[in-house]
């Protein structure tokens, strides 16, 4: 009777184990603490994965006297990228993974030089983010500091996230591809190039070899974008000459802004025979764009609607991460720039434009 009673006592505590060990939900916090005299809003755009596949969402943690809380989902673990609404470019991106409760806090406004805590890999990232932000303006010290890590810590899968949230790929492909595989194939798997947003990327950029490192795949360009425009027309982009492509949705920050700086960028280069400049709404609600665009009266642009938003094919092969987003390319479509950066965006077409000039 001892026995079987033992026994029944192991398999109910086996049962409660299983219930509670399945009770974590799809669930994940981000505490913001500062001084008490820091407000701000914060933009807090992530991948919420589910059992469907998933879906992007946008929310504001707003900042009160040092203090706000974001409530945010996911079934797997995703990376959460936070922007300053009244700062453009002044971001960072955290990584987090059900159940977990990060704790975001820092000194002043500058948030590469924040600390993040709630998980391990959140806490390298932040650590190697502080004591690397000033290099930020010199591309190839900022590289440096990744390659530092990566070669220290090969089995690190922080090692494969700043290859590939930090490392500029366009710019320096070969040099991605040596350092990418000298990374643990164990530490840079799929379901992280997925989680990172690059998996098609990856894809239409480098090829997998046999043996399962990557190759840098140089023929591998976008030359053509099919858009939709007004009263169901379409539009095709054929990338021959100086390119911007500005992607975005109705709930961005900063549009505004973004267009006064494309209406000044259409005043210094009217002749669109030698320019290209797009842009592209994201969502799937036509009447929300059409209103858009009779509100900002942009002119000598293609305005363009893509109702599949990220998960369509070529925004894909962009390599659209987020929104808004900013893409230049050369009359060889060769991309240029690709981010988030209204000003770096902008810079970077004046100087491909004026050297198309020479």
Known sequence: MKTLASKMF?????????????CVKNEFKINFEFPK????????????WDSRGGRW???????????????????????????????????????????DKIKVSGEGNNMDTWTVAGNKLSERWSEWRKNAYKQKNDRKAFEKSIEEYVKANP????????????????ENPEGFVKLWNTIDKDSRGHQLIEMCGVADL???????KADGNL???KDAKLKNLVLRSRDNGTDTLK????????????????????????????????????RIMADIYMDSDSMTWVNAIRRDSLKGVVRAWQP?????????????????????????????????????AMAAFRKLHNNSKK
């Not at 192991?10 to 399945?22: D, V």
């Not at 005299?37 to 919420?48: I, K, P, Q, S």
């Not at 706000?68 to 936070?82: E, F, G, Q």
């Not at 990856?202 to 997998?208: Q, S």
């Open 215 to 217: 190759d840098y795949a």
């Open 155 to 170: 089995k690190d899968e922080l090692s494969a996230i700043l290859m590939l949230k930090e490392w500029n790929r366009r």
């Open 57 to 99: 969402i946008e929310q504001t943690a707003s900042v009160q006297e040092g203090k706000a809380v974001a409530d945010c989902i996911t079934r797997l673990p995703t990376l959460i990228y936070i922007s300053d609404a009244s700062q453009p470019g002044n971001s960072i991106i955290i990584y987090a993974e059900r159940g």
């Open 10 to 22: 192991a398999l109910m505590a086996c049962c409660m184990i299983l219930i509670f060990s399945g």
């Open 239 to 274: 990338f021959t000459k100086p390119s911007l492509i500005y992607l975005f949705s109705e709930n961005n920050t900063a549009r505004r802004e973004t267009i006064d700086s494309l209406k000044v960028l259409v005043k210094a280069y009217p002749d669109s025979d030698k």
């Open 308 to 344: 599949r938003g990220l998960a369509e094919d070529d925004m894909v092969k962009l390599g659209v991460a987020r929104l808004p987003w900013f893409v230049i390319k050369d009359k060889t479509a060769k991309e240029i720039y690709a981010g988030d950066d209204l000003k770096e």
């Open 37 to 48: 005299d820091h407000v701000g809003n914060y933009l807090l755009t992530y991948y919420a």
């Open 202 to 208: 990856l894809g239409v950029e480098f090829v997998t």
